[in-house]
């Protein structure tokens, strides 16, 4: 009698590997800088958003709100599995990236580019490469900066 065995594939490892990075702005709906924010914060969210690459590894932007309920229970769930310092709102806006265990607190210009630029940076600070590289967006070939071709004659 020939037994076989069955080749079992842990697919924890390939969710763990894909959990991604937590993008988020802890805000208050009466703080002016906030108000401020709002429309570059939008705009960041649509540029990332419009990424297959974002969504594709997992990765995913969050609000909480100051005087959401669930405020101190969404913050401790993104504390759950984080290494050193947590994550704390001790001002408002608060921007944070969580990538893996760390949390990197932002304090850049609050504008578009900025933002999108800081958040696509992907500061992988595990030593581990994954498949999108250093950065959570993949450049595509019509945002890379060009030079003008010269007709060289010799």
């Avoid at 429309?39 to 958003?49: G, T, V």
């Amino acid at each position: 009698m020939r037994h076989t065995r069955k080749h079992h594939t842990n697919n924890n490892h390939r969710t763990n590997r894909k959990h991604g990075v937590i993008i988020g702005l802890i805000f208050a709906n009466w703080c002016g800088h906030c108000q401020a924010l709002k429309p570059h914060w939008h705009n960041m969210k649509k540029h990332l958003a419009k990424h297959p690459s974002f969504r594709k590894n997992g990765h995913k932007i969050i609000e909480i709100e100051d005087s959401d309920k669930a405020k101190d229970m969404k913050i401790s769930q993104i504390n759950s599995d984080v290494k050193g310092e947590k994550l704390v709102a001790n001002g408002y806006p608060t921007i944070f990236k969580k990538k893996g265990g760390a949390i990197q607190y932002y304090g850049g210009e609050r504008e578009t580019n900025a933002l999108v630029q800081w958040a696509n940076e992907n500061n992988n600070q595990s030593g581990n490469n994954n498949q999108s590289g250093g950065y959570i967006l993949r450049p595509s070939p019509h945002s890379r900066n060009r030079t003008k071709k010269t007709n060289r004659r010799g």
